[in-house]
């Protein structure tokens, strides 16, 4: 699988921070809405909500805390890829 950005890190937070980076990343490479994002940490907690619109998420990790926090992703009609 292809993925537009890979957002890797020993340890890793998601929230609100690390969402607003990943989608300032995103637009700062003209990376086109529908594309898969990959987001893998050894340890990886979720705090808060952390919300990605417009492409599909790939989430890895070794260990994964979501007891402070849910993951929203919101992906809008796309054409299916070829």
Same mark, same amino acid.
């Given at each position: 699988?292809?993925?537009?950005?890979?957002?890797?890190?020993?340890?890793?937070?998601?929230?609100?921070?690390?969402?607003?980076?990943?989608?300032?990343?995103?637009?700062?490479?003209?990376?086109?809405?529908?594309?898969?994002? $990959?987001? @893998?940490? &050894?340890?990886?907690?979720?705090? %808060? *909500?952390?919300?990605?619109?417009?492409? #599909? =998420?790939? $989430?890895? @990790?070794? &260990?994964?805390?979501?007891?402070? %926090? *849910?993951?929203?992703?919101?992906?809008? #009609? =796309?054409?299916?890829?070829?």
């Amino acid at each position: 699988m292809d993925y537009s950005l890979a957002y890797c890190r020993d340890r890793l937070s998601l929230d609100r921070g690390a969402a607003d980076l990943i989608d300032a990343q995103l637009s700062a490479t003209g990376v086109k809405p529908g594309t898969s994002i $990959l987001i @893998a940490g &050894r340890e990886v907690t979720i705090s %808060g *909500t952390f919300e990605i619109s417009g492409h #599909d =998420v790939v $989430l890895l @990790a070794d &260990r994964l805390d979501g007891s402070q %926090g *849910t993951i929203v992703v919101r992906a809008p #009609d =796309v054409p299916a890829r070829e």
